[in-house]
């Protein structure tokens, strides 16, 4: 049997959101909370602007989600070294440490479920993540491409001198 193209696309769409809400909370943080103290985590100290744009919600949202995250001890404001007018929000060693026991929990959780399918099924799923990684990637990164110029807007650039 032949799969179309489009209950493919259904059955994808079925199971990614069946991951994300597996995924998308942890204790008390919801999938923004996460998805942001993840990004701190990966880029580093980031303008609250650069944040809402790249998680792509409003700056009062994202000023709500830096306020939890600072009530928890999971991030806090600092001041940008070279402008002291400008303040950055960094992940905290809490943060990290919440971060990876959060991945771990998901690992071993995923583990646990794919261990009970057969090794044929494993070998069938490995191989459509394996095929479908690629074409995941370009959708993301088109999603992204998209997105820029409205991020770029938003991010606030350095002044250039013609020096």
Known sequence: MRADAADMADAFREVA?????????????NITALSTLSR??????????????????????????????????????????????????????????????HRQAQRDRLAELLSELSPAEREVL???????????????SDAAAQKAPTAARLTPQKATTGA
């Not at 995924?23 to 008390?28: C, T």
């Not at 744009?53 to 928890?72: G, N, Y």
């Not at 459509?128 to 990637?137: E, G, H, L, N, T």
């Open 40 to 101: 701190l985590d990966r880029e580093g100290p980031l303008r609250l602007t650069t944040l809402a744009a790249a998680e792509s919600i409003a700056q009062p949202s994202m000023t709500q989600v830096v306020k939890r995250l600072e009530q928890l001890g999971l991030a806090r404001r600092v001041g940008e070294p070279q402008d002291a007018r400008v303040v950055l929000v960094t992940v905290t060693d809490a943060g990290r440490s919440l971060l990876e026991e």
């Open 17 to 29: 959101r069946l991951v994300l809400r597996h995924l998308s909370v942890y204790g008390d943080l």
């Open 126 to 140: 490995d191989a459509a993540m394996r095929a479908a990684r690629p074409a995941i990637r370009r959708l993301l």
